[in-house]
């Protein structure tokens, strides 16, 4: 069984709005997956679905062969520690150190009165500086969040996605708040860390450039459904074209 098996996963929202239509995707290790779709296709809705951030209607979602579609809130919030979500916004708590927010990574398995008197364990600090490290932001980890660039802020989110040890990097659009230029080196840093740690990633992107310089395979949405995927070495022009009904 392959590491993440998503099973048709659908979801409607309240609103009315489909936004996934029967999805599959399996995930082997050493994959990084990139999920292509224009605004609106599902991306997010489909990361979301996977650790419940969204309840999807239908279908399962299962990691490591853990079924997380049918999870109590307790058993959850444990399977959760498996996956490291990094995010679009970043979703960094401004007002604390840089530091604070990697090390925030392992609140999941410390507990709240931990967490209430920051008061993290050395093993975990000594942790979380090696990733600021790996990651770049050595030189910031005392500074407020806020006080960050926005390549800054989001390397901050990987060493934070990186400190709960996940089996799998759940990524969404982490590039479309940053210039291209340092998107771009948001991506590599991430593969990189993927390949070297063989953590598999599913990382929605919507720039074709970057899903196929740096994926392996790439997974086509369209409106809620899944209407490619293929190794990226394979894709061609033709194909990309279907997903986005190029307007070029
Ligand atoms: P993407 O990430 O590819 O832009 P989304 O998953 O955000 O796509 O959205 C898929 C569809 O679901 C869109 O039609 C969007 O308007 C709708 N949608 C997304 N989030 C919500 C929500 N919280 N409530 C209602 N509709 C939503
Ligand atoms: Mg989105």
């Known amino acids: 069984m392959a590491l993440l098996e998503i099973n048709q996963i659908s979801k409607t929202y309240a609103t009315g709005e489909v936004a996934l239509r029967g999805v599959d995707i399996s995930l082997n290790g050493e994959e ?65 150190t840089v530091l604070e ?3 925030s990574g392992t609140l999941g398995s410390s ?4 967490s209430i008197f920051r008061a993290f364990k050395t093993e975990d600090i000594k942790r979380g500086m090696a990733l600021c490290a790996r990651v770049g932001i050595i030189d910031h980890i005392r500074k407020r969040a806020d006080q960050l660039s926005g390549g800054q802020r989001q390397r901050v989110g990987i060493a934070r996605a990186l400190m709960q040890r ?21 991506m590599d840093l991430m593969s990189s860390i993927s390949k070297e740690d063989r953590i598999p990633m599913l990382v929605s992107v919507h720039d074709v450039q970057l899903a196929t310089k740096y ?34």
């Open 32 to 96: 990084v997956v990139a999920v292509l779709g224009l605004s609106g296709s599902g991306k997010s809705t489909l990361l979301r679905c996977i650790n419940r951030l969204v309840e999807p209607d239908s279908g399962t979602v299962i990691l490591d062969g853990v079924n997380i579609t049918k999870l109590n809130k307790s058993a959850l919030r444990k399977a959760r520690r498996n996956m490291g979500m990094v995010f679009q916004e970043f979703n960094l708590v401004d007002r604390l």
């Open 166 to 186: 996940p089996k799998i990097l759940l990524v969404d659009e982490p590039t479309s708040s940053l210039d291209p230029k340092i998107g771009a080196e948001v």
């Open 101 to 103: 927010n990697v090390l």
């Open 215 to 248: 994926s392996d395979r790439i997974v086509g949405l369209q409106n809620g459904l899944k209407i490619f995927d293929d190794r990226t070495a394979t894709v061609d022009s033709e194909s990309l074209g279907r997903i986005y009904d190029m307007e070029s």
């Open 111 to 114: 507990g709240t009165l931990r």
